[in-house]
T-cell receptor, first 115, second 115 residues
Framework: DTEVTQTPKHLVMGMTNKKSLKCEQHMGHRAMYWYKQKAKKPPELMFVYSYEKLSINESVPSRFSPECPNSSLLNLHLHALQPEDSALYLC??????????????FGNGTRLTVT | GENVEQHPSTLSVQEGDSAVIKCTYSDSASNYFPWYKQELGKRPQLIIDIRSNVGEKKDQRIAVTLNKTAKHFSLHITETQPEDSAVYFCAASIPHSNSGYALNFGKGTSLLVTP
């Protein structure tokens, strides 16, 4: 069982579609993350929200748009994606404070296929 | 991640033998070093972590050592079992604005334990 819930588990979308990935945690964590993972590769950081503010954007193309409506929710809005964007998208959360670093808790991910 | 190197990329051991995975990092601001295990099709899960004020930590068959001066840290698994077979990722914390942090991951080690 995971304490970070991601929906949907699988998503197939065309290059002209608009879709959203959703993530929710109820551990009281104040930092939430989006990572992208391609097959046989490590998770690659995309965005970090800390206290509901965007803290890191790792030069991610604008076709990916994050949103943090509140401290428990994190969305990733997708528009005009390319086939190479197909990957596992992992959401994670942590207590998020420098000097008190703690593990990132990952959700099960959304397996995205862009056709 | 760019500033975390991990070796070896693949490791095959016989059941009961020990396995060692090594990582180096470059950012002197890193002070938290978790290790994740990822089984095929599943999310990364924390197995052990260490902070920069500690040189060694052990949890049953798993131990981690850290040499902060040399910027090296290692994972040691003793008495390996077939269920230890998975991809193992080391990670190092990277601070960012808003007093938060993220994790950069090594490229992963695919461990195979043969009966």
């Amino acid at each position: 069982d995971t304490e970070v819930t991601q929906t949907p588990k699988h998503l197939v979308m065309g290059m002209t579609n608009k879709k959203s990935l959703k993530c929710e945690q109820h551990m009281g964590h104040r930092a939430m993350y989006w990572y992208k993972q391609k097959a046989k590769k490590p998770p690659e950081l995309m965005f970090v929200y800390s206290y509901e503010k965007l803290s890191i954007n790792e030069s991610v193309p604008s076709r990916f748009s994050p949103e943090c409506p509140n401290s428990s929710l994190l969305n990733l809005h997708l528009h005009a994606l390319q086939p190479e964007d197909s990957a596992l998208y992992l959401c994670a959360s942590s207590q998020g404070q420098q000097g008190w670093e703690s593990p990132l808790h990952f959700g099960n991910g959304t397996r995205l296929t862009v056709t | 991640g760019e500033n975390v190197e991990q070796h070896p990329s693949t490791l095959s051991v016989q059941e009961g033998d020990s396995a060692v995975i090594k990582c180096t990092y470059s950012d002197s601001a890193s002070n938290y070093f978790p290790w994740y295990k990822q089984e095929l099709g599943k999310r990364p899960q924390l197995i052990i972590d260490i902070r920069s004020n500690v040189g060694e930590k052990k949890d049953q068959r798993i131990a981690v050592t850290l040499n902060k001066t040399a910027k090296h840290f290692s994972l040691h698994i003793t008495e390996t079992q077939p269920e230890d077979s998975a991809v193992y990722f080391c990670a190092a914390s990277i601070p960012h604005s808003n007093s938060g942090y993220a994790l950069n991951f090594g490229k992963g080690t695919s461990l195979l334990v043969t009966p």
